[in-house]
Nanobody, 118 residues
Framework: QVQLTESGGGLVQAGGSLRLSCAAS????????MGWFRQAPGKEREFVAL???????NYADSVKGRFTISGDNAKNTVYLQMISLKSEDTAVYYC????????????WGQGTQVTVSS
């Protein structure tokens, strides 16, 4: 029911910056939680950041101080601003949506590749 489309990935040098976008369409709600996850080859998918309906945010320890999640309700879009990128940040980044009161992220985008060269 919800379509999520990530964009903004690419190849950057260590220390550089990227801004990822996730556009949502379909039956979204103002109470939805949006999250960013990433998965590197051979590793499990891991949580990166989330933003709640009331603007609260949370970050994985590995990205605190470097990544910032934000949302634009009018555009139905969530962003992930990434600075001071490290080679360890290389992964496919996914956005996901979780309905209010639900523990599971049920809707996922197809992902966007972020590659950080060192």
């Amino acid at each position: 029911q919800v379509q999520l489309t990530e964009s903004g990935g690419g190849l950057v040098q260590a220390g550089g910056s990227l801004r990822l976008s996730c556009a949502a369409s379909g039956r979204t709600a103002s109470t939805d939680t949006m999250g960013w996850f990433r998965q590197a080859p051979g590793k499990e998918r891991e949580f990166v950041a989330l933003i709640t309906w009331d603007g609260g945010t949370n970050y994985a320890d590995s990205v605190k101080g470097r990544f910032t999640i934000s949302g634009d309700n009018a555009k139905n879009t969530v962003y992930l601003q990434m600075i001071s990128l490290k080679s360890e940040d290389t992964a496919v980044y996914y956005c996901a949506l979780r309905r209010f009161g639900v523990s599971r992220y049920a809707d996922w985008g197809q992902g966007t590749q972020v590659t950080v060269s060192s």
